[in-house]
């Protein structure tokens, strides 16, 4: 957890402006801290947190969140990598495996993301990785002190024809 919470003050800034607000303070060691420890204890009916590891090393984190099931069996992945490990694959993989991991074990029939539109590197991710776009939102998430449109997407399960259990 020490070194995930030292990756997101070090990325704290880039973070700021993506991710959805969740203090009025600046992100410190300390908070950062009280965030995974939150999210190692959260609620695995309704979320799953993953560490995402390159060479051994911690290189951004990964969520499922907002997970329901009966009847949408849908939920929200979101992902983060260091910023000086971006443009090697690394968050296109952590989704692939996400998909892995919700269409699989999870059973999940949707799986959605969302990116501001000009995180131009996020919706090219989302697009190489097959998601299909599904309009703007507007004003969807409260990031940076404003609320922020976002361009949603979502990935259906492959055998998504089959009834939900």
Not at 82 to 100: F, K, P, T, V
């Amino acid at each position: 957890m020490d070194a995930l919470a030292a990756l997101w003050v070090k990325n704290r800034d880039d973070l700021r402006r993506v991710n959805p607000s969740r203090h009025a303070h600046p992100l410190t060691l300390e908070v950062a801290l009280q965030n995974a420890r939150g999210a190692a204890t959260a609620d695995v009916d309704n979320r799953r947190d993953y560490v995402i590891m390159r060479d051994g090393q911690i290189a951004g984190d990964l969520g499922i969140s907002g997970i329901i099931r009966w009847p949408m069996h849908c939920a929200n992945v979101g992902l983060f990598v260091d910023a000086e490990l971006r443009g090697e694959g690394i968050g296109r993989a952590a989704i692939d495996l996400a998909c892995e991991l919700a269409f699989g074990e999870l059973e999940l029939h949707r799986l959605e993301a969302g990116a501001q539109p000009s995180n131009v590197a996020s919706l090219g991710m989302l697009r190489r990785a097959r998601f299909t776009e599904i309009g703007l939102a507007p004003r969807f998430l409260f990031v940076d002190g404003a609320w922020r449109d976002h361009i949603l997407f979502q990935k259906l399960a492959p055998n998504s024809e089959r009834a939900a259990g």
